[in-house]
T-cell receptor, first 109, second 114 residues
Framework: DAKTTQPTSMDCAEGRAANLPCNHSTISGNEYVYWYRQIHSQGPQYIIHGLKNNETNEMASLIITEDRKSSTLILPHATLRDTAVYYCIVRPPGQNFVFGPGTRLSVLP | ETGVTQSPTHLIKTRGQQVTLRCSSQSGHNTVSWYQQALGQGPQFIFQYYREEENGRGNFPPRFSGLQFPNYSSELNVNALELDDSALYLC?????????????FGPGTRLTVL
């Protein structure tokens, strides 16, 4: 079973920041938080991952709380092409990814 | 740098038949994982291959089998197809098996079993 809890769906206005929350209250000290997204009928696309510190790349920022029990993925300026299902995954060392149902993000014009 | 590719894109089979799906891993990657994604659900892990050996398996019956070749490409074979095998089959490659190794997914093969 997935170790994360995410809202089923969210809306965001085009051009605004999209903040996608994820709860992982049972995370262990050596488990990383990964984010992927899946645009309709395509393969999942890697976005970002982190352990303790906040991370930023060209796609998004990942904010992890100090107790590591939750995180937020931030898309700073959402576009219509960011409409997708977003998966937050906690990955135990040496294990494969366990996907939950994710959050369906709809970016609205 | 070439990404993960899969073939065919779509496939239609009938119940009881056998199917082989193919995956070419990203350049420099020696680990391949296969996932099954039913409609409306997240991907479910089938198994992983590392340097031509199976390295971990999810909750799938033995009629799901695989191979990895010396060039690290991979095949997924499914025997005695059932209607519930209809799904998107995803292949993902990674540079190793480390805990931080990110998996990169291919576009998937859509299998329909009639």
């Amino acid at each position: 079973d997935a170790k994360t809890t995410q809202p089923t769906s969210m809306d965001c206005a085009e051009g605004r920041a999209a903040n996608l929350p994820c709860n992982h209250s049972t995370i262990s000290g050596n488990e990383y938080v990964y984010w992927y997204r899946q645009i309709h009928s395509q393969g999942p696309q890697y976005i970002i991952h982190g352990l303790k510190n906040n991370e930023t790349n060209e796609m998004a920022s990942l904010i992890i709380t100090e107790d590591r029990k939750s995180s937020t993925l931030i898309l700073p300026h959402a576009t219509l092409r960011d409409t997708a299902v977003y998966y937050c995954i906690v990955r135990p060392p040496g294990q494969n990814f366990v996907f939950g149902p994710g959050t369906r993000l709809s970016v609205l014009p | 740098e070439t990404g993960v590719t899969q073939s065919p894109t779509h496939l239609i089979k009938t119940r009881g038949q056998q199917v082989t799906l193919r995956c070419s891993s990203q350049s420099g990657h020696n680990t391949v994982s296969w996932y099954q994604q039913a409609l409306g659900q997240g991907p479910q892990f089938i198994f992983q291959y590392y340097r031509e050996e199976e390295n971990g398996r999810g909750n799938f019956p033995p009629r799901f089998s695989g191979l990895q070749f010396p060039n690290y490409s991979s095949e997924l074979n499914v025997n005695a197809l059932e209607l519930d095998d209809s799904a998107l089959y995803l292949c993902a490659s990674s540079p190793g098996m480390g805990s931080t190794d990110t998996q990169y997914f291919g576009p998937g093969t859509r299998l329909t079993v009639l």
